[in-house]
């Protein structure tokens, strides 16, 4: 299973996640990203399907402050 969460501390609004993979980022009205997928709100607890894997690892990877955080376990933030 594989778990998402932004670190918005780190994120400087470049918006490449929510482009990349927008069933799963969106942004805040700062414009830093969240985890809306399937109401998440950002706790990064809620599980992401499989078909949903590339997209989440394109974000991953083209986030340019690497605040993307992707686990295999809930994070409960
Ligand atoms: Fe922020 Fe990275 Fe997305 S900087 S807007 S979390 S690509």
């Not at 501390?9 to 805040?28: E, M, N, S, V």
């Not at 990203?33 to 949903?52: Q, R, Y």
Request: aromatic share 10%; proline share 5%; with cysteine.
């Amino acid at each position: 299973a594989k778990y998402t969460w932004v670190e918005k501390d780190t994120c400087i609004a470049c918006g490449a996640c929510g482009a990349t993979a927008p069933d799963i980022y969106d942004y805040d009205d700062e414009g830093l990203a969240e985890v809306i997928f399937d109401g998440d709100s950002n706790t990064g607890n809620t599980e992401i399907p499989e078909d949903l894997y590339d997209d989440l690892q394109d974000a991953q990877d083209g986030c340019p402050t690497d605040s993307i955080k992707v686990a295999d376990a809930p994070f409960n933030k």
